[in-house]
């Protein structure tokens, strides 16, 4: 009976194994699926809609050929669209579930002079490659998302391309049959095991049985050689190396059987495997606009400003750090680089912060300008700095305006950078102050202390700034009396920058702000006979050409500060959350 279940086992075994490998071989069908795309026309980029891309469940892999160098890059289709405004393209859309093909003029003319757009390395993109020949990349973008492809920007954009999606063809049931037959097969190799012993054991003597034939007696003459107990069963060596090859097999070939089904899609999945925690979550409202930038993407810029403004600090070249900053910022480094030409002691401005960013809030805009504040950590054990980085247009780069060191360990309700935040206007009425009158407010509050209108409207014991103005103030003030308190005069004022403002809301109705304050101390002739010398002042000296005026000299410092506006019904006061400060111009009273 053994040998009858033993035989039973195999065969389910035999099913089993086979209906699984089957399921993953010859039962399996396709493991993805393609669209071969033909550009036609002269074209310089090709814009693959996201339709396009999501006209097919699972991951996109986009495959581009073309002899030459190949470019592609992804964004938010509306970004694609305003940057392909100045240039011809062909587009990839689907309509009626079919790939439709569409020429593009250009809608946005270039003036005179102006040269091609080029794609490297714009800040809309959320990535870009670039590839030689043949350029292979895995993507997954949804559908509000495409995908641009160009040679270079002049040349015809590639025309072999293809769209390859994976095809969901799981077998859950393939692993468990394999090794369900595996267990089977286990199962029917001890069942004959158990019976090929059991019958060797009914082989014995039994006490009852059939008279035994006449025997003839042996004869145990026999040569040297083949002396020795003559005996039915084989010795103990052979049935040990006999049992060892035996039972060897099936272990192996379990082994073998179990690992060829153990692949994640040939077992049956239960449940989603993971339990989300809870979290606080901010739903932005449905007329709100698209965060301008990605966290990666934000940090991306961020190194690329730092990177540029680091070779334009080597080069003391104003005009190559142009090209990343603007505002007070970029006048505060074309000054630096004058005096560093012609003073020996001058300090140059530290360099950008870049690297991972501890906070970024991105604007919620859909249109231009564009703005992102981002904070990063400084090295060792510095202080973090803020930024407000702004895009001018679709085609230009974000350029850092306004950086300052943070002072202040106050805890914003800031919205997560996946949603952003409103812009504010420079006239809101809805802060305690409108960002437009921030700058002069406090500049106010600089010039005429507690006797300021808008005293009351800041947090005095947290600024660090105002108390380091004042100690500044009241070193050069002493400075200038060791020599010229008996011919001239000594005055400070500040006044709002001409720097525009920059307000994003936070999520208690307040907001931040950036601003340029300037503080200008003026020293005039105390007589119509003095004359103001600056022999011992290289600064004044260098920016102004002169030694000495009878009219006096003023010197501006440009001022970059960052503030938290609370809203008007709060009661809570404007704080001061972190500063720069460096010489912007000198000139001769006139």
């Not at 593009?104 to 757009?117: F, N």
């Not at 090929?196 to 050689?225: M, Q, Y």
């Not at 952003?420 to 921030?438: C, K, T, V």
Request: aromatic share 6%; net charge negative; hydrophobic share 45%.
């Amino acid at each position: 009976m053994r040998f009858v279940w033993a035989v039973v086992a195999f065969v389910l075994a035999a099913v089993m194994i086979g209906a699984g490998i089957a399921q993953r071989t010859v039962f399996q069908g396709p493991t993805s699926v393609s669209q071969p795309i033909e550009v036609t026309g002269n074209a310089p980029y090709v814009l693959i809609d996201g339709a396009v891309l999501n006209s097919h469940e699972g991951t996109q892999t986009l495959r581009v050929e073309d002899s030459g160098p190949i470019f592609a890059a992804y964004g938010r289709t509306a970004d694609l669209k305003n940057w392909l405004a100045k240039a011809d393209y062909t587009a990839l859309t689907v309509k009626a579930g079919a790939l439709e093909t569409t020429s593009v003029s250009s809608s946005e003319p270039r003036a005179d002079g102006e040269q091609p757009i080029t794609p490297q390395g714009s800040d809309l993109w959320l990535d870009e490659f670039q590839q030689d020949d043949v350029l292979v990349t895995p993507l997954k973008l949804p559908a509000g998302m495409s995908v641009l492809v160009a040679a270079d920007g002049v040349e015809p954009a590639p025309r072999e391309l293809s769209l390859t999606w994976p095809v969901a063809n799981s077998t859950p049931w393939a692993g468990p049959l394999i090794v369900g037959g595996a267990l089977f097969l286990a199962a029917g190799i001890v069942l004959y095991l158990l019976g090929v012993r059991h019958v060797r054991r009914s082989r014995g003597p039994r006490r009852k049985g059939l008279p035994l034939a006449v025997t003839e007696p042996i004869d145990l003459a026999v040569d040297e050689e083949s002396k020795g107990v003559i005996s039915a069963a084989p010795t103990r060596r052979q049935l040990t190396r006999g049992k060892r090859a035996f039972v060897a097999l099936p272990i192996v070939a379990v082994s073998a059987l179990v690992l060829a089904g153990c692949s994640a899609d040939a077992w049956p999945q239960f449940g989603s495997g993971a339990t989300p925690s809870p979290s606080q979550t901010v739903v932005a409202p449905k007329d709100q606009e698209s965060p301008v930038v990605t966290q990666a993407q934000a940090e991306r810029i961020v190194d690329s400003i730092a990177t540029a403004v680091a070779a334009a600090d080597e080069a003391r070249d104003a005009t190559a750090a142009a090209t990343r900053l603007d505002g007070t910022a970029l006048a505060a480094r074309e000054t630096n680089y004058r005096l560093l030409a012609s003073v020996p002691d001058q300090k140059p401005i530290a360099p950008i912060a870049s690297g991972a960013l501890q906070v970024i809030l991105p604007e919620a805009n859909d249109e231009w300008p564009r703005t992102f504040f981002a904070v990063a950590s400084a090295e060792g054990d510095g202080a973090a700095t803020v930024m407000s980085i702004t895009q001018r247009d679709a085609w230009s780069p974000y350029k850092l305006t306004y950086a300052a060191t943070l002072t202040s360990d106050t805890k914003l309700n800031l919205a997560p950078a996946d949603v952003g935040a409103i812009p504010i206007a420079a006239d809101s009425p809805f802060l305690a102050i409108a960002p437009g009158e921030l700058a002069g407010a406090y500049a106010d509050v600089l010039t005429k202390g507690a006797d300021s209108e808008f005293a009351d409207l800041f947090d005095t014991a947290d600024d660090a700034f105002q108390k380091t103005l004042d100690q500044d103030r009241a070193d050069r003030l002493a400075s200038f009396n060791q020599t010229g308190a008996s011919t001239g005069i000594m005055t400070f004022a500040a006044a709002a920058g001409s720097s525009a403002p920059v307000a994003l809301a936070t999520l208690d109705s307040g907001a931040i702000v950036a601003v340029t304050v300037d503080d200008v101390d003026t020293v005039t002739p105390a007589s119509t006979d003095a004359v103001i010398k600056v022999e011992n002042n290289p600064v004044v000296q260098t920016l102004t050409g002169v030694t000495q005026s009878s009219t006096g000299f003023s010197t501006t410092y440009g001022n970059q500060l960052f503030f938290f506006v609370p809203s008007q019904s709060s009661k809570e006061r404007i704080q001061l959350l972190g500063y720069s400060s460096n010489t912007l111009s000198a000139k001769v009273i006139g």
